[in-house]
């Protein structure tokens, strides 16, 4: 039986499978975006109750503010790192990177001067607030790209890579590089670098084999990281 604490509190396990997201390579990543999207209600039951945990607002989708009131309660939290985790989890794209000095530039051309005086020293503040960054993220991570980032080897059946490779294949016998252009539609993805990662050239394909391979990988990946922590 879990404690009243623990059945409030956010998972380690699941704060570090976050943190190891960002090692992934960006086809795994976008692998397990389109797993999480055929995975069933009882797959995904725990998980399902941590997203909760992360989505204070209760709005669906977890904010950059969610996931630090989240990650603030963990030893060595770092404020740059939660923008890593942030940018990361964001597959789609959805979310934007507003950098500090384009917002100055951009006001300084399109404020009155009175109001000009008054942002330099209050974005001043704000920008050494946060130490280093250099970059805002303005978006959220939805459920599926949690799902993505968080769920367990032992949780995806069969079915569910089938499925998978079969949505991203366009239900042909391997992915070609048009179809993950296809995929992940108007993103700022450069779809040659993507291949070129795994040691792909833009004319190679994916066939179903190699799907579980990355796939294995990104799990054996964690397990190994975790194990050495």
């Known amino acids: 039986m879990k404690t ?18 960002i090692k992934r390579t960006k086809l795994s990543k ?10 069933l209600p009882e797959q995904i039951a725990d998980l399902r109750v941590q997203f909760t945990k992360f989505d204070k607002s209760e709005s669906g989708q977890i904010s950059l503010a969610d996931m630090r009131s989240i990650l603030m309660q963990f030893p060595g939290f770092q404020e740059d790192h939660l923008n890593d985790i942030f940018i990361n989890l964001d597959i ?47 978006g959220q991570i939805s459920y599926h790209e949690f799902l993505a980032a968080t769920i367990s ?3 995806i059946k069969e079915e569910n890579l089938q499925i998978a490779f079969e949505r991203m294949s366009n239900r042909s016998s391997c992915i070609t590089n048009q179809d993950i252009k296809i995929l992940l539609g108007n993103t700022n993805y450069d779809v040659d670098k993507i291949m070129e990662e795994v040691g792909l050239h833009a004319e190679s394909t994916i066939n179903f084999e190699q799907v579980h391979h990355y796939l294995l990988h990104f799990f054996v990946h964690f397990f190994c990281i975790k194990s050495s922590m």
Do not use: W
Not at 8 to 20: A, F, G, Y
Not at 30 to 39: E, G, N
Not at 105 to 133: D, E, G, Q, W
């Open 4 to 21: 009243e604490e623990e059945r409030k509190s956010v998972s380690l396990q699941v704060v570090q499978r976050l943190d190891n997201f």
């Open 30 to 39: 976008i692998i397990m975006d389109v797993v999480a999207h055929t995975l």
């Open 92 to 138: 789609d794209q959805t979310g934007a990177l507003c950098n500090f000095f384009f917002l100055f530039f951009l006001v300084s051309f399109t404020a009155p001067s009175r109001t000009l005086v008054l942002f330099f020293p209050i974005s001043y503040f704000m920008f050494s607030s946060i130490h280093s960054l250099s970059f805002f993220f303005l």
């Open 153 to 155: 080897r032992q949780s």
